[in-house]
């Protein structure tokens, strides 16, 4: 039931088809990603490398690389996990339909985790520098851990039960981190880790800390999973998989994981951090060099046929676009119950997940009322925003459910249509400034300040949308090349902003003093709404937005998404023709107009190192090593 180790997990896989053995040295530099890249672009199957450069260990990528190895990995589980989370909404039903969850007791029981004596995974211990190097992207500052499991516990009352499990990146070498002792823990905001680490800091103490590598699958899912507080990770993990998870009691130490394939044991000093990054993240950008916390090494464990699992993230889709739907399978249902009046919500992949949110609520209360005006889908909004990592969405689009009992929020397309039918422009912006959005977003005016946008659209449709240029549309000088990118939505070319986004700069005041350069910006999108003619056809257009190119942006719906919303402030970089403030609200009486250019302060967006491309094009070529493996 479920799969108790990597190895097993492997050999099964192989066995069915869906993974192949590589004997040929690859170099874990640039070369490995590249690879994992095009496999998940091409739904090939995972891949295990035997003879990676610089360390012994085979390396696995591709594991959770198509929908359909993701439900092979989870088959015995999944469905009695999705019972778990229907008996949670409505316990009645063990009652009601006692033959669909007669089991469902047996399934809890797999959730409680249990302590063991040894482990596999204390088999061997090796020095920090023999674990696999990878490197993703060429302005990386240095190989990484990505699908680790860090666990820690609260220093006032350490135990399985006051335990937190999750996926923080680690950079095992580089910067100023000294070889073999030291890595850096990235941990972002509104993480479990945060509490203990702030405990242990307030008792002047080190916070211990795990890190597990390899395993189930479930540990990896678990450890990213957003779960609601008081329900533990390691609890989730046990469902999932199928079996309670097996935890080695250490004096002194936290517990640590019997089945992982490797542990990392070490402390995180109170008052020490060191520069971590640069990394070529999620959202498509590198996020730049910062200052975190360091974790200081005392052993590193491996079990004795080890694997090294790896995935490779940037602009989605990547791989970890089915960690996002399996979360969505799993906790889909449970939404209403935590945030009621909400029936879906989508946090969409192509735009980066948080900085575009969409969203179903409904106007439950005063039904008699025939309004367009949004009142419960502003409440609702503010719950959304409240709402553990649902609070780092930037923009926000919620919309009534009773005006299309059919709308949902994945249907992306559908949805803008909606809104931008109905929005209107003078009141349904509500802005959140100085606030908190997402630590890897550079968007903003600071190291996770900036800004969200909520758009609430309620009621009957009061335009049609266009879907094609017609008559006339003249811009100002530096605008060209507009473009229909769906119904209702033009994009613009507008002039390009220098200096272009660098990693050269790592100092925080610096990458942020954009007041001057703002200015410049700021100008051209006011002269652009400044000298639009109200008669012309642009008028019909509810939503307009500037890039630098706009032949690229509109070229598809994916493109679009995430050239906008993740190289716009909504502070700063949303305008409107015939914009004003009335009683300190901001609205236009024309298009809404989002500058989506990039700026000096972003992140430079991730690319792919020729020489390495050419490489691994050399390896899939007829007779070459990677041959036939991408479709």
């Not at 250019?597 to 991730?606: N, Y």
Request: with cysteine.
């Amino acid at each position: 039931m479920g799969f108790r180790t990597l190895r097993q997990c492997v050999e099964t896989l192989r066995e069915e088809g869906h993974l192949i053995e590589i004997d040929y040295p690859i170099n874990p530099h640039l070369e490995i990603a590249e690879i994992q890249r095009r496999l998940f672009r091409s739904g090939g199957p995972a891949l295990l490398f035997r003879s990676v450069l610089g360390t012994q260990h085979p390396v696995l990528i591709n594991l959770y690389g198509t929908q359909k190895r993701v439900e092979r990995l989870f088959s015995d589980t999944l469905d009695r996990v999705r019972r778990l989370v229907e008996l949670k909404i409505d316990p009645a039903a063990a009652i009601q339909k006692p033959l669909r969850y007669w089991r469902s007791p047996l399934d809890a029981m797999s959730m409680v985790p249990r302590h063991v004596r040894r482990g596999d995974v204390l088999n061997r211990n090796i020095p920090l520098a023999s674990l696999p190097g990878v490197t993703g992207w060429p302005g990386d500052g240095g190989p990484f851990i990505t699908l680790p499991a860090v666990y820690s516990e609260h220093p006032d009352a350490p135990s399985l039960k006051n335990s937190n499990l999750g996926m923080y990146r680690v950079q095992l070498r580089g910067n100023s981190y000294e070889d073999n002792t030291e890595v850096g823990l990235h941990y972002q905001i509104h993480r479990g880790i945060g509490i203990h680490h702030a405990a242990a800091i307030a008792k002047g103490e080190p916070l211990k800390v795990s890190i597990f590598i390899g395993g189930t699958p479930s540990m990896a899912v678990s450890a990213m999973m957003p779960l609601p507080e008081g329900l533990s990770e390691l609890a989730f993990a046990g469902a999932l998989a199928g079996h309670r998870i097996p935890m080695i009691r250490r004096k002194g130490r936290p517990s640590i994981y019997a089945d992982a394939d490797f542990v990392i044991e070490g402390t995180i000093a109170p008052d020490l951090t060191k520069p971590e990054g640069p990394f070529g993240d999620h959202l498509g950008y590198y996020a730049r060099q910062h200052n975190f916390p360091v974790m200081r090494i005392d052993n590193v464990w491996q079990r004795e046929d080890a694997i090294w699992p790896v995935t490779v993230v940037g602009r989605p889709p990547q791989e970890d676009t089915l960690f996002g739907w399996l979360v969505h399978e799993i906790t889909g249902p449970i939404i209403p119950t935590v945030l009621p009046g909400i029936s879906s919500i989508h946090a969409v992949d192509a735009a980066g997940v948080h900085p575009l949110l969409l969203a179903v609520g409904s106007e439950r209360y005063l039904p008699w009322k025939n309004s367009s005006r949004p009142a419960e889908l502003l409440t609702q909004a503010s719950a959304i925003l409240g709402q553990g990592q649902l609070s780092l969405a930037k923009y926000l689009f919620i919309v009534n459910q009773a005006d299309d009992p059919s709308i949902k929020a994945s249907d992306i397309q559908c949805f803008f249509n909606h809104v931008l039918q109905r929005v209107d422009w003078r009141r349904d912006c509500h802005f959140h400034t100085e606030t908190t959005i997402d630590t890897l977003d550079y968007t903003g005016k600071g190291f996770n300040n900036g800004s969200k946008l909520v758009v609430a659209a309620r009621g009957q449709p009061v335009r049609e949308l266009p879907t094609e240029i017609s008559g006339d549309i003249r811009l100002p000088p530096g605008f060209s090349k507009p473009f229909a990118c769906m119904p209702g939505v033009l994009v613009i070319s507008g002039p390009l902003i220098q200096p272009r986004p660098s990693l050269e700069t790592s100092e925080e005041k610096l990458i942020w003093s954009t007041n001057e350069r703002q200015a410049q910006w700021t100008e051209d999108i006011e002269r652009f709404t400044r000298l639009t003619h109200q008669a012309d056809d642009i008028m019909k257009w509810p939503l307009i937005v500037i890039t630098d190119d706009s032949e690229f942006s509109a070229v598809n719906l994916e493109n679009f998404l995430w050239v906008t919303f993740t190289r716009s402030n909504p502070a700063t970089d949303v305008h409107g023709i015939g914009e004003g403030t009335s009683q300190k609200h901001w609205g236009c009486t024309g298009p809404l107009v989002i500058d989506a250019r990039l700026k000096p302060h972003h992140a430079p967006p991730v690319e792919e190192d020729p020489e390495v491309v050419a490489k691994v094009d050399s390896l899939c070529r007829r007779s070459g090593p990677l041959a036939g493996i991408f479709e």
